[in-house]
């Protein structure tokens, strides 16, 4: 069964400092995954997806994701939070009919 | 630009009433979808829709139907709504292959 599991419920970052979101994922074949971030009372914004290539893949608002297949993982990555990036971002795998997204975790950010 | 929209961003609903949520995309997109969003509870899907007229059951399809009777627009019925039904919908589209899914801003629907 396909299955996407966020780590962290919540994370508090102060403005200017790294970020690392955890995104582990089960799927039967070659996964498709996605992160998107969701603003508080909106819909979801796609920030970058992997389909296959460079493991590296590089998103928009200066996010980048990393494709670890030996740890069925991909962690997004900002090397300089701003405060505007607090929200709730969600891993998620599959594609076409079939999205699994994982619970979400919610960022802030102190100034 | 790629667009989804759905009808309203906010709904009062009283008890039993029922309650159509609109949802229409631009992008020729075979598929569309219908999610429910409750804190801690992540994405729940409650339908989908391959091609017009056509529909699959998702996680949570209980007292929700829905209608596809154009390519562009699909339609979530709560028949006869209910306070546990309160809660934010998510329409989303896709095409037909592996790719990602557009959402639209959201429906925040209260039942009182």
């Known amino acids: 069964a396909q299955s996407v599991t966020q780590p962290d419920i919540h994370i508090t970052v102060s403005e200017g400092a790294s970020l690392e979101l955890r995104c582990n994922y089960s799927y039967g074949a070659t996964p498709y995954l996605f992160w998107y971030v969701q603003s508080p009372g909106q819909g979801l914004q796609l920030l970058l997806k992997?389909?296959?290539?460079?493991?590296l893949v590089q998103g928009i608002k200066g996010f980048e994701a990393e494709f670890k297949r030996s740890q069925s993982s991909f962690n997004l990555r900002k090397p300089s939070v701003h405060w505007s990036d607090a929200a709730e971002y969600f891993c998620a795998v599959g594609g076409g009919q079939n999205f699994v997204f994982g619970p979400g975790t919610r960022l802030s950010v102190l100034p | 630009d790629v667009k989804v929209t759905q009808s309203s961003r906010y709904l009062v609903k009283r008890t039993g009433e029922k309650v159509f949520l609109e949802c229409v995309q631009d992008m020729d997109h075979e598929n569309m979808f219908w999610y429910r969003q409750d804190p801690g509870l992540g994405l729940r899907l409650i339908y989908f829709s391959y091609d017009v007229k056509m529909k699959e059951k998702g996680d949570i399809p209980e007292g929700y139907s829905v209608s596809r009777e154009k390519k562009e627009r699909f339609s979530l019925i709560l028949e006869s709504a209910s306070t546990n039904q309160t809660s934010m919908y998510l329409c989303a589209s896709s095409y037909r292959g592996y790719t990602e899914a557009f959402f639209g801003q959201g429906t925040r629907l209260t039942v009182v």
């Open positions: 992997y389909f296959s290539g460079d493991t």
